[in-house]
């Protein structure tokens, strides 16, 4: 079976958002195997400097990078956009490159580091407008789902 690691930045506060999270988690187990890291974010000043960003950004990817195994994709504004079928085909594509094991990064508010960026085997970005951080991950557990039950032929994605 299919690994998805989704390693993100930062923990969900609202219940409807980890209720969603828990729904789409469920339903992908009929697919594949999903691990979620839900790592700790850089505390910052009120006002950080860039500075100070770029540190907590570097201290991020350190622990990104331990969960950080197989096809790595870091979700970031500079990614390739997909629409959702291209997006299935393209989880087909690396499971037949001989890849059983993907991992989705979603960094913290302010992003991830060159680092982190610099691994990727690609690099996805859900769209050019702007989402609220903690939605991205519900957002990204929904393709996933529907990416799968495009494949499988099943009728959710109609």
Do not use: W
């Not at 087909?92 to 990727?120: C, H, P, R």
Request: positive net charge; aromatic residues 8%; contains cysteine.
């Amino acid at each position: 079976m299919f690994n998805i690691n989704l390693i993100t930045v930062g923990k969900l506060k609202e219940e409807y958002l980890r209720q969603a999270c828990a729904e789409y988690s469920k339903r992908l187990g009929a697919f594949c195997n999903l691990k979620i890291f839900e790592l700790d974010e850089c505390r910052l000043s009120d006002k950080p400097s860039e500075k100070e960003i770029v540190n907590a950004l570097e201290t991020e990817a350190k622990a990104i990078l331990k969960h950080a195994s197989g096809y790595i994709i870091p979700m970031c504004i500079e990614g390739k956009q997909m629409k959702s079928d291209k997006f299935s085909q393209k989880i087909q594509d690396i499971a037949v490159m001989g890849n059983s094991e993907i991992s989705f990064i979603i960094g913290s508010s302010y992003g991830l580091s060159d680092t982190v960026k610099s691994k990727a085997d690609m690099k996805l970005s859900m769209s050019e407008m702007t989402f609220p951080h903690q939605l991205a991950r519900v957002m990204l557990l929904e393709q996933l789902y529907r990416a799968f039950m495009i494949s499988a032929n099943k009728s959710y994605h109609k």
